[in-house]
């Protein structure tokens, strides 16, 4: 990463009150490169710029620490990962995570793995497969403190995949865009089908850039009726509310 680069990284960070020892300044810059020579032969990202790689993933990714609901020594899934965000900077910043990035992709999965081993984040266990199957899997099922997730889906389908793998009392965390009343009140009407209820929903400013986020919270209250969730596929193509 440039010297601008790092520097665009420390406020974007600071605006978060989070200040980046040197060695998880460099972690990012060592993230920055491998996924710029990656994504040269492989589509991870749309995004291309430092700028925006800093901005939109570092640092939007880092927006999930808002709240404090990922404080602690915490076993989390990050459902639909992608090229590893929110999971990898969630990593750098907090090590004490046991981290599992999730994503039905093959190629985006190798991608993080290689960058976990490549920045020394042995607590980050990436699997290739669906939040569906993986939500049926008596080893999963029940197992994770908190599901985090970025750009995704719609709040219903997000619940959906995600309060299954939550303990009783675990949260799903979920940075989102900003989200209007209907989505969060269909968020809401799954959560109480599906064995949660919504705890937070909290609209911020991307920093330095102000584009419009939201996070939202829905914590599980009770167990998921064995139905959910429904088969692959189905959550998306016909949402419950
Ligand atoms: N979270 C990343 C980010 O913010 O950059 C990636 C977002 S990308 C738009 C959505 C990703 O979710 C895709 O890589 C897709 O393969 C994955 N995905 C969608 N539905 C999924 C599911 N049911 N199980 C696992 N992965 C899923």
Redesign the pocket.
């Known amino acids: 990463m440039t010297p601008e680069g790092e520097q665009l990284l420390r406020d974007g960070l600071g605006a978060l009150s989070i200040v980046p020892g040197e060695h998880q300044v460099q972690q990012f810059g060592q993230l920055h490169s491998l996924l710029v020579e990656r994504n040269a032969h492989v589509n991870l990202?749309a995004l291309k710029t430092e700028r925006d790689i800093v901005l939109k993933?570092f640092i939007d990714s880092a927006c999930c620490l808002r709240g404090a609901h990922l404080d602690g020594d915490l076993t989390v899934i990050d459902?639909?990962?992608?090229?590893g965000?929110?999971a990898l900077p969630l990593a750098v910043l907090r090590p004490a995570l046991q981290l599992t990035p999730?994503?039905?992709?093959r190629k985006?999965i190798d991608f993080v793995r290689d960058a976990a081993t490549q920045l020394a984040l042995p607590q980050v266990q990436p699997v290739v497969?669906?939040?569906?199957t993986l939500g049926r899997d008596p080893n999963n099922r029940g197992r994770y403190d908190r599901v985090v997730?970025?750009?995704?889906?719609a709040l219903p389908v997000l619940v959906e995949?995600a309060l299954p793998l939550l303990r009783s009392g675990g949260r799903l965390v979920a940075q989102k865009g900003a989200i209007g009343e209907e989505e969060l009140a269909a968020g809401r009407r799954a959560a109480a089908e599906v064995g949660g209820e919504i705890i937070a929903a909290e609209p911020f400013e991307l920093p330095l850039l102000g584009d419009a986020r939201s996070l939202i919270v829905v914590e599980k209250t009770r167990p998921t009726p064995r139905t959910y969730p429904r088969r692959e596929g189905v959550p998306?193509r016909q949402p419950l509310f």
């Open positions: 990202t993933h459902v639909g990962t992608g090229a965000f929110p999730l994503d039905s992709i985006k497969g669906r939040a569906e997730v970025r750009a995704v889906a995949l998306a």
